[in-house]
């Protein structure tokens, strides 16, 4: 009898999509302009592709992406969309989303793991305006306002060579601004992609579209 029950609650976990443990099941869709599989994971309440290059993400509330400094705050729960590259590449995307409360968050991530990682934000500010933010996570995060914007959108890349990345913004697609320039000391085994969080509200969407992949860098990746 013992025995039946174990069984029970293993196939109940895993029909819900997590394991017993608590961490979800990767599960995984296609976008055509993204050469690679995308897994989904930390249990998005609305994963949906649109067309060849339209991906729309909805999170729950309280969710995060952060490690705060001083060690005392590391919630990474953020439901994201991922897929392993190149080693050196382009990925551009369009992110819209309706900001409404303070760290509603809309990102393109690159992420190792736990302790290295990093995202590039469409967020809104504690003032609530829509801000262009950078986080660089190495076992910390290190936590950047850029830019703050009108528009319900903004255009995002990050590039990467080897172990050289930078972040660019754009308010049309065209003409980009470099926003950060780093290094991480990522390994092989890096995923990118796509990240939607909460911190204070009940839920949050997003619409990620334009999506772009491409391994050919431009000259300079200072200058995109």
């Given at each position: 009898m013992?025995?039946?029950?174990i069984i029970l609650l293993f196939i109940s976990v895993h029909l819900n999509g997590t394991h017993l443990f608590g961490q979800p099941l990767a599960k995984k869709i296609k976008l055509n302009t993204v050469p690679f599989e995308l897994k989904i994971?930390?249990?998005?309440?609305?994963?949906?592709?649109?067309g060849d290059s339209v991906l729309e993400l909805t999170s729950i509330g309280k969710t995060n992406l952060f490690v705060n400094p001083n060690n005392k705050y590391n919630v990474q729960n953020a439901p994201m969309v991922l897929f392993k590259p190149d080693?050196?590449?382009?990925?551009?995307?369009?992110?819209?989303a309706s900001l409404s409360e303070i760290y509603d968050v809309a990102a393109l991530?690159?992420?190792?793991?736990?302790?290295?990682w990093a995202k590039f934000c469409y967020e809104n500010s504690v003032n609530k305006q829509p801000t262009i933010v950078s986080v660089v996570t190495r076992k910390f995060s290190d936590d950047c306002n850029s830019l703050t914007i009108n528009e319900k959108f903004a255009y995002l890349a990050i590039i990467k060579n080897?172990?050289?990345?930078?972040?660019?913004?754009?308010?049309?697609?065209?003409?980009w601004e470099l926003i950060r320039h780093f290094r991480l000391e990522t390994e092989n085994n890096i995923n990118?992609?796509?990240?939607?969080?909460?911190?204070?509200?009940?839920?949050?969407?997003?619409?990620?579209?334009?999506?772009r992949y491409n391994s050919k860098l431009p000259d300079n990746l200072r200058t995109f």
């Open positions: 013992r025995n039946c029950i994971i930390n249990n998005p309440q609305l994963v949906k592709t649109n080693s050196s590449f382009v990925f551009t995307a369009k992110v819209s991530v690159i992420y190792q793991d736990s302790n290295y080897g172990k050289e990345i930078t972040f660019h913004y754009s308010a049309d697609g065209k003409k990118i992609g796509f990240a939607v969080h909460c911190s204070r509200g009940n839920g949050f969407s997003a619409t990620f579209s334009n999506i």
